[in-house]
């Protein structure tokens, strides 16, 4: 997985912390558990706050 494959990445989340309210988690956390991520293998200096933000949103929209 990469930084671009939001919609992975947001699967992996919220089956990971299936209790946790992605409006309250900081990007700092956000990106530690992205890149804990069993299958993500991208650069963490690739990520910005663009891309964070993009992850929380659609995490935000799997929980509807």
Do not use: N, Y
């Amino acid at each position: 997985m990469k930084w671009t494959d939001t919609i992975d990445i947001t699967i992996e989340l919220s089956e990971t912390h299936p209790d946790v309210d992605p409006m309250t988690i900081r990007f700092t956390d956000l990106k530690q558990w992205v890149m804990a991520l069993p299958e993500f293998d991208d650069d963490p200096d690739r990520c910005g706050e663009r891309i964070l933000e993009a992850i929380q949103m659609a995490w935000l929209d799997e929980l509807d």
